[in-house]
């Protein structure tokens, strides 16, 4: 039969009707990829543009995390106490984790006095002098004292199972995932601060330190704390600093750039060779550094969070607690708290002539 109304021939007709076939064929398609297009399209643009924008997040939250264990950078927070006079984030202190632990340190006793004291790995004769001296738990008869080195993890060339078989043999270490540096000084001593809150928050009071610091721990307890001073509670005390301003030159141990922190004042704090405090003030202290931006001067840092929870340091005689080296003589060591840069040997050494000639000046 033919369809084309008998005007044209077979052939003619089917070429036609191809035509028709063909047209109609564009046509819908056309229709179809116009009516839908943009919108599947526009749908796969966008999904694509938030698949990269989740890996550019992906990215940047590694890069924080990075930068976290580095020490170049320690990440984000909630908005910083307008105190601290710090413009930008804090850091995430309680992202980090302990690695080697005494969480039965204060178990059954309820120590006088926790001595912090900030170390490295390397500093393997150190720890071991002030054991043997000062850092003895049993320095001062009839008074429970608490000694924890902290310390951060090593970059590379540290030997693990040494400072495992340390930690088993003394129980007096305690380890976060942190890069042990300069820069993470502030990590370090918050870390020793949250565990004494965490772990030992009965605590009368705690003393943070350095190893190559030398503590008459003796004259510490039975000269200032055990005269109970004016109130065991917002305590803090050391080489009182104040009125000091940020150093912008690069050259200097102490140089601090203005992004870091922008103020042009530094509130009070006490040096950090050494400074003591009332046992309720480590997690007055870490709860404050939830607020208050990182900024790697580990004392100026802590004079922040005491501004923040109002508490005012102490002064005291800027002869006890000492940040230059005493020349030894056990008269003027019988009266001092501190002295500075310290060899492991004469840790030891001070400490005996100390025992001995006690009772002679």
């Known amino acids: 039969m033919n369809y084309c109304g008998g005007f044209l021939s077979p052939r003619e007709c089917t070429k036609r009707s191809l035509f028709l076939v063909f047209t109609i064929s564009f046509t819908a398609i056309y229709l179809i990829f116009y009516l839908y297009a943009p919108h599947h399209l526009a749908a796969l643009f966008k999904s694509d543009n938030l698949h990269k924008e989740s890996e550019k997040n992906l990215l ?34 309680q992202s980090f984790t302990f690695i080697i632990n005494e969480e ?40 429970d004292i ?30 976060q995932d942190f890069l042990d540096t300069y ?28 190893s190559d610091v030398f503590v008459n721990t003796m004259y510490l307890i039975e000269k200032l704390l055990r005269p ?3 109130s065991t509670q917002n305590y803090f005390t050391g080489h009182l600093m104040k009125g000091h301003t940020p150093i912008r030159n690069k050259a200097s141990k102490w140089y601090i750039s203005e992004e870091e922190f922008p103020g042009k004042k530094y509130h009070p704090f006490c040096s950090g060779t ?22 790697h001067l580990e004392d100026v ?33 019988n009266k001092i708290i501190t002295s500075h840069h310290i060899q492991p040997h004469e840790h030891i050494l001070y400490w005996e002539i100390l025992q001995e000639k006690k009772h002679t000046c």
């Open 60 to 93: 940047k939250k590694n890069l924080t995390n990075f930068k976290q264990i580095s020490g170049k950078e320690n990440g984000e927070l909630p908005p910083e106490n307008e105190k601290s006079g710090n413009k930008a984030t804090p850091t995430p202190t």
């Open 104 to 143: 039965e340190k204060c178990k059954d006793k309820t120590p006088f006095l926790v001595l912090l004291i900030s170390t490295t790995a390397a500093e393997l004769q150190h720890r071991r002098a002030i054991r043997e001296s000062w850092g003895s738990e049993a320095a001062v008869p009839g008074v």
């Open 146 to 175: 608490v000694r924890l080195f902290m310390l951060g993890i090593e970059n590379k060339g540290a030997n693990k199972d040494v400072l495992l078989r340390e930690s088993n043999q003394y129980h007096d270490i305690i380890q």
């Open 183 to 210: 820069n993470n000084l502030t990590l370090k001593t918050l870390m020793g601060m949250r565990w004494v809150a965490s772990y030992c928050s009965g605590a009368r009071f705690a003393m943070k330190t350095d």
């Open 228 to 230: 109970l001073p004016p």
């Open 274 to 295: 050494g400074y003591v405090f009332s046992g309720d003030l480590a997690a007055k202290i870490v709860n404050a550094s939830l607020t208050i931006k990182y900024i």
């Open 301 to 333: 840092y802590i004079g922040f969070c005491l501004n923040a929870k109002g508490v005012e340091i102490v002064p005291l005689s800027y002869s006890l607690f000492n940040i230059h080296k005493v020349p030894f003589s056990p008269c003027m060591y």
